[in-house]
């Protein structure tokens, strides 16, 4: 089987001026830093990550804008114990530049990374900081920013070989130069951070790089007695390597803040869709005449466009396709895991630009890479591969699925550059049916930016500017790592009521966590949906379960009115049929458990209060036999 891997980015019909006059190249060999049974498994305890986002600089303000420290971060942790949450992200450590990005200080405009930025404090108080968070049950993890440094960085003037060029004013590390200092300083270091302060894991900024220096690192931390997790922010899992990625799923858009409306009104649809049974798919082939022709599973346009399913693994992707200004070098990564088919008919046999897929939920792929975030297409049996010639009947495969997922609520880049200076970067704005029904309940690890539990009014620091360089408009940015929050909003019944209901989600996630945790990468989770009927819409309740009971969800969306649900539970159709009664415990609002027998349970009522209400958004039943 000849096949052709790249990766994704932009949409179809603009592509085709921008690629006319280039020639798609045969696969590179891969590279041979694949994983081994030797390495590092993940660590039992990432299936009962929480994660929860710190811009520390903006997290408090002990001293006004700017001045959060990891003491003042400390004082914090009894409040994020009793918040419930089991891993912190930590965006700000290290010494940065304190106006390159959005006129304000970033872990992202990082100078040294070996150093802590003497801003946020010493040494012992950045390893007394994690010791705490240790003993209150919490995982600490580092941001890693994996292409380059400030142009002015002592590195750089120590070790000049180490980078080839800049991009707006930061320095790309060369890491395809053969550069074994390079390799072997930035395995110290980040082994260094294991070793000396205790961190839990990494999440490494825009993409991974170099796979075998996060291999090498991974294993000394399992030496050390210590295993880590490594997740990406964008792309596919390296299996052995990393565990899971940021944006695999994300419920809003980070620039718009529109809502992935598959996650939030149809989980099981948003399965359905992963693991290929159903879904929309949008297919573009471009060719290199600039002509183009279009086509969909619903059948409109010229391409005929048919979802054949999940299949066997056919899709590699291209670490070194991470920014279209940066040429990395080869490096192929089978994920492992299965693929969705599809098959496109009535194509012309002339050259080929590229391919564009996208679906229903906001994701999209590429043959050839223009952006960063890399989603792999794959051609089975191309006619030729220069030019690139597929002919008028082609299986096509695309990566769908992670090795460990994640679900993104909100992150620092909501609001980023674009975003309504009228509208706040938060995701949830106060919807429990959103935190819970779609994000804390789903079999994902999630992930979520401080003071979305409480609905804090995003508070920007002075110097925020809404443009990503320049600084122009200071202190009209909407970009959510420079939120500063107000810890006294908690003080308002409103916010309270919602950090409680957040914290009991949590709390029934932790206490179910048998059903309720994250399920393992890239299996079918025991998740079904539940037929139902209501007098309002709603998003389509499911059920989860292990061997012995089951986990009922629903959701209302709607903030005005409560809705009045019929559900079809049918408990043989997941293996807990056939008991003469079964016991229903309301895990949400609380009460005596009652009991039912299995064909009342095919007909069971409910009433899932109003959103964005103390109490209100959610339904969750525990059902067991009595």
């Excluded at 921008?18 to 590092?40: I, K």
């Excluded at 500063?484 to 309270?496: C, G, K």
Aim: aromatic letters at 10%.
């Amino acid at each position: 089987m000849a096949a052709v891997g790249v990766t994704i980015s932009a949409t179809a019909s603009p592509e085709a001026s921008a690629l006319a006059n280039q020639t798609p190249t045969p696969p590179t060999p891969v590279a041979s830093v694949r994983t081994n049974a030797a390495q590092p498994a993940s660590p039992p305890w990432m299936k009962d990550l929480i994660i929860y986002e710190i811009a520390t600089k903006g997290f408090t303000s002990p001293n006004g804008p700017e001045s959060g420290t990891f003491n003042s971060l400390r004082a914090k942790l009894p409040y994020l114990q009793e918040l419930g949450v089991t891993g912190i992200w930590l965006t700000g450590y290290s010494l940065c530049d304190a106006h390159h990005f959005y006129n304000i200080w970033t872990q992202y405009a990082v100078i040294e990374p070996d150093k802590l930025d003497p801003t946020l404090g010493t040494e012992q108080e950045f390893k007394t900081l994690i010791d705490e968070a240790h003993q209150r049950g919490i995982k600490v993890c580092l941001d890693v920013i994996t292409h380059g440094l400030m142009d002015y960085s002592p590195v750089i003037k120590a070790h000049p070989a180490w980078f080839r060029g800049s991009i707006t004013g930061m320095s790309e590390f060369d890491w395809w130069g053969g550069h074994a200092d390079l390799e072997d300083w930035w395995v110290y270091v980040y082994t260094g951070y294991v070793t000396k302060y205790g961190v839990d894991g990494f999440r490494l900024d825009v993409g991974i790089y170099r796979p075998d220096l996060w291999e090498r690192i991974r294993r000394n931390a399992a030496a050390a007695g210590h295993p880590i997790v490594v997740w990406e922010e964008g792309n596919s899992v390296i299996p052995g390597v990393t565990d899971f990625t940021q944006r695999e799923n994300t419920i809003t858009s980070t620039e718009t803040g529109g809502l992935n409306q598959v996650l939030v009104n149809d989980l099981p649809g948003f399965y359905d869709r992963k693991f290929g049974r159903a879904g929309y798919y949008k297919v573009a082939v471009i060719y290199l005449d600039g002509t183009v022709i279009e086509g969909s599973t619903k059948g409109d346009g010229r391409l005929g466009v048919h979802l054949v399913g999940l299949t066997a693994d056919r899709v590699s992707r291209r670490a070194g396709d991470v920014l279209p200004e940066i040429t990395t070098g080869p490096l192929q990564l089978p994920d492992g895991l299965l693929d969705v088919q599809l098959t496109l008919e009535n194509a012309s046999s002339k050259p080929i630009a590229n391919i564009v897929v996208g679906n229903d939920m906001g994701e999209k792929w590429e043959l050839r890479t223009r952006g960063w975030q890399t989603r792999p297409i794959f051609v089975e049996n191309p006619e030729s591969y220069n030019p690139l010639v597929i002919g008028p009947r082609v299986d096509i495969y695309v990566a769908t699925l992670a090795w460990g997922s994640s679900v993104q609520l909100s992150c620092h880049d909501n609001g980023w550059e674009g975003h309504a200076l009228d509208k706040s970067p938060y995701a949830a704005q106060g919807s429990r049916s959103m935190f819970g029904y779609s994000f804390l309940f789903s079999p994902m690890i999630p992930i979520f930016f401080g003071g979305e539990e409480f609905n804090a009014t995003f508070h920007g620091m002075p110097g925020l500017s809404p443009n990503e360089y320049g600084g122009k408009d200071a202190g009209q940015g909407t970009w959510l790592y420079g939120t500063m929050l107000d810890w006294s909003e908690l003080n308002e019944p409103a916010r309270r009521e919602m950090f409680n209901d957040v914290k009991k989600m949590i709390a029934i996630r932790k206490q179910y966590s048998e059903t309720l945790a994250m399920w393992p990468g890239g299996k079918v989770p025991n998740l079904r949906a539940v037929p139902h009927q209501g007098d309002i819409e709603v998003p389509i309740p499911y059920v989860r379960w292990v061997d012995h009971s089951a986990i009922l969800i629903a959701g209302n969306r709607n903030s005005s009115q409560d809705a009045n649900l019929k559900l079809q539970i049918d408990l043989g159709d997941i293996g807990l049929g056939g008991h003469a009664a079964y016991r229903v415990t309301d895990l949400w609002s609380g009460g005596k458990p009652k009991t039912y027998s299995e064909a009342e349970l095919g007909n069971f009522s409910c009433t899932v209060k109003r959103d964005n209400t103390p109490g209100g958004g959610i339904l969750v039943f525990e059902i067991e036999p009595a």
